[in-house]
């Protein structure tokens, strides 16, 4: 494909999402074969330039950025969707052209990562694996590609040349488990969902079970427990981050059970999760984005989301390769303290949750950060 007509294409698919664009990056040397969903993007210079602050233009050498996004895919409204937020920040503001691909499963992952760390047109300068689950590939695709720079989000690999990003997920779901336990104490109604007083448990949804899951889980119900140890948490793992009916199917199950508002750490499956909430007029909270804004359709039952700056990860790591400062070997840890983790109100419902609880929540926020609560990472309350 030549520069003309590689311009004309990318002008062409402007505004479409990666999903079923499959093998544009065999015109690039990326990524490709059959089955892949890639796409290649360029900066907003499209022409091997960038803007400075003042709209002026100036040439300078391309970065080029691999993305291999967790299962699930972009369009999840959630985890993917955040990392593909903070590529797309660094592509607009830096001289950053990037390829994105979304694996169906685990076992494509080391394929994916060695294509990006082995091509050579273009040569990828980061390859950015997104979610725990690429960690065991990663490890083995890094060191059989010392010479090539990754990211990982959400794990570590120990290895020199790749930059580690985890998050303290449990502080952030300390926050929205106090909102939760304050709520469901109390007769309130918003948008479509209400709760009663004589409630006595509140819900989690997970994915995967794993580690990095129990942590969202453990934070969760240790901060219900803070607003009310009387308060039950019901708990449910579905096995999947792309499964829907799984998700509501768990979800109508915690409601019928009593449970009117839930949490979920489940990424697109937690979809399922929101339609459970307006089948039977109860509330949920969202994770890593707000919820409420990209899956807007359940904005009348969506509280709040516990947000997780994957975007922040994915342009610090991008940031700083393009300014030749990438320290690979390195873990980076984000959590309450500096923004990493948030409990963020949900656009519709935020206004009507009663001052008292928000303030509970803020006090609840101060404290972990002052060092005066420790936030449990794991179920057992380690």
């Known amino acids: 494909m030549s520069d003309f007509e590689r311009r004309e294409f990318i002008k062409a698919?402007?505004?479409?999402?990666?999903?079923?664009?499959?093998?544009?990056?065999?015109?690039t040397g990326g990524p490709s074969g059959d089955g892949d969903e890639t796409e290649t993007t360029e900066d907003a210079g499209g022409d091997g330039t960038t803007e400075d602050s003042e709209g002026t233009t100036s040439a300078g050498d391309t970065t080029n950025v691999g993305m291999v996004y967790a299962t699930g895919g972009l369009g999840d409204g959630s985890f993917n969707d955040q990392a593909q937020t903070g590529i797309q920040q660094a592509a607009e503001e830096y001289n950053v052209e990037y390829s994105e691909s979304q694996p169906d499963e685990v076992a494509q992952f080391s394929?994916?990562?060695?294509?990006?760390?082995?091509?050579?047109?273009?040569?990828?300068?980061?390859?950015?694996?997104?979610?725990?689950?690429?960690?065991?590939?990663?490890?083995?695709?890094?060191?059989?590609y010392p010479d090539q720079n990754f990211q990982i989000v959400d794990s570590t690999v120990d290895e020199p040349n790749v930059g580690s990003y985890v998050f303290r997920e449990h502080e952030g779901s300390y926050l929205?488990?106090?909102?939760?336990?304050?709520?469901?104490?109390?007769?309130?109604?918003?948008?479509?969902?209400s709760t009663t007083s004589d409630s006595t448990n509140v819900g989690f949804v997970g994915g995967?079970?794993?580690?990095?899951i129990q942590k969202f889980e453990a934070g969760f119900v240790a901060g219900v427990k803070a607003a009310n140890d009387d308060v039950d948490v019901q708990t449910s793992y579905v096995g999947s981050f792309n499964d829907t009916t799984a998700g509501q199917e768990a979800a109508l199950s915690m409601y019928n059970s009593g449970s009117d508002i839930v949490f979920h750490a489940a990424g697109n499956t937690g979809t399922g999760v929101f339609q459970a909430a307006q089948d039977k007029g109860r509330f949920a909270i969202g994770v890593?984005?707000?919820?409420?804004?990209?899956?807007?359709?359940?904005?009348?039952?969506?509280?709040?989301?516990?947000?997780?700056?994957?975007?922040?990860?994915?342009?610090?790591?991008?940031?700083?390769?393009?300014?030749?400062e990438f320290q690979g070997g390195e873990t980076t840890t984000l959590g309450l303290d500096d923004d990493g983790v948030a409990c963020v109100y949900g656009q519709q419902l935020g206004s009507e949750i009663p001052e008292d609880v928000k303030t509970a929540v803020s006090d609840a926020r101060q404290s972990i950060i002052d060092g005066d609560t420790s936030v449990p990472q794991s179920p057992s309350g380690e």
Do not use: W
């Open 13 to 27: 698919t402007a505004g479409v999402g990666a999903v079923g664009l499959a093998g544009i990056a065999g015109c």
């Open 111 to 144: 394929d994916y990562q060695q294509q990006y760390a082995s091509s050579t047109d273009p040569d990828y300068d980061l390859v950015s694996c997104i979610g725990f689950l690429q960690a065991d590939s990663l490890s083995e695709t890094a060191a059989n």
């Open 176 to 193: 929205v488990g106090v909102l939760a336990g304050h709520l469901t104490t109390m007769d309130f109604s918003a948008g479509a969902g």
């Open 208 to 212: 995967v079970e794993s580690s990095l």
């Open 288 to 324: 890593d984005r707000d919820q409420s804004v990209t899956k807007d359709n359940y904005a009348d039952v969506i509280l709040a989301s516990m947000v997780k700056r994957v975007d922040t990860a994915v342009y610090n790591a991008v940031e700083a390769t393009v300014n030749g």
